[in-house]
């Protein structure tokens, strides 16, 4: 991760004494509590923690896709209040449209903000290419298997070429070996194209392939627990005497699901 002058991170990201209730008629349900979390500039870094803990709220909350009921979020400084374009998200569920194409799809962002057909298209072409979509700009999502969408939307986000990028679960929902091959495709596109990256998973081996930075938080109301700075060179082995140990370490303190 990026210092600056004085040896401290150069957060692109800052959540500051962040807490968020849900509140209906009758009840009052605290999720997260006291969140002090910074993230550097191009850093990748995994939210791991319990199901159910509150990880996705977060990472809605960093988003401004859900409000702070208290504390502050910038994102390179400033203040998060709602969504904006330079915060992408990747979900679990592509939430690509159905009725849109490929080229289409990826294009959105840029259309949306008024950029020219001419430019968007050369844009959506190179990030098309760099997720391994080139030959299927015309094709329907229906058309596609589950990892290809997922690579729809990864394109989709880079495309709009946001600061930060969130990625909520991605590849829950791939069978196992398509979810490696996307491991290590996320890792080459994030290597080609920097971004600062925020992704949360409940697999603690995705998590330390993946990470910069693995974030274990508590049960709900969700805090920070502790932090494990990742430093195995990439490519990851996760054979590798290291990796096993991180795993084996991060995995025992992790609270049990409630």
């Given at each position: 991760m990026q210092m600056d002058n004085t040896g401290k991170i150069d957060a692109m990201i800052r959540c500051s004494h962040v807490a968020k209730t849900f509140h209906t008629k009758t009840t009052s349900t605290p999720v997260i509590q006291n969140l002090e979390l910074e993230v550097g500039k191009n850093e990748f870094i995994v939210l791991f923690g319990p199901g159910q803990c509150g990880k996705t709220t977060v990472l809605n909350v960093m988003a401004g896709l859900e409000t702070a009921t208290s504390g502050t979020v910038t994102v390179n400084g400033k203040e998060v209040n709602a969504p904006g374009p330079d915060r992408g998200f990747v979900y679990q569920t592509t939430a690509l449209f159905?009725?849109?194409?490929?080229?289409?799809n990826v294009e959105y962002g840029p259309r949306a903000r008024g950029i020219s057909k001419k430019e968007r298209r050369e844009k959506a072409q190179y990030y098309i290419n760099l997720v391994g979509l080139e030959g299927f700009e015309d094709k329907f999502p229906n058309q596609l298997s589950g990892g290809m969408q997922q690579r729809v939307g990864i394109a989709r986000a880079y495309c709009n070429e946001p600061s930060v990028i969130f990625m909520d679960e991605p590849f829950g929902h791939l069978d196992a070996q398509t979810?490696?091959?996307?491991?290590?495709?996320?890792?080459?596109?994030?290597?080609?194209?920097?971004?600062?990256?925020?992704?949360?998973?409940?697999?603690?081996?995705?998590?330390?392939?993946?990470?910069?930075?693995?974030?274990v938080l508590t049960n709900c109301p969700t805090s920070v627990k502790k932090e494990y700075v990742i430093d195995l060179p990439r490519p990851r082995n996760n054979t590798d005497d290291r990796f096993l140990e991180l795993r084996t370490e991060i995995q025992s303190i992790v609270d049990k699901t409630l």
């Open positions: 159905p009725w849109y194409t490929v080229m289409q979810r490696y091959l996307m491991q290590e495709e996320i890792i080459r596109i994030w290597e080609k194209e920097k971004r600062t990256v925020v992704f949360v998973t409940n697999n603690i081996e995705e998590a330390v392939y993946l990470a910069d930075r693995v974030v």
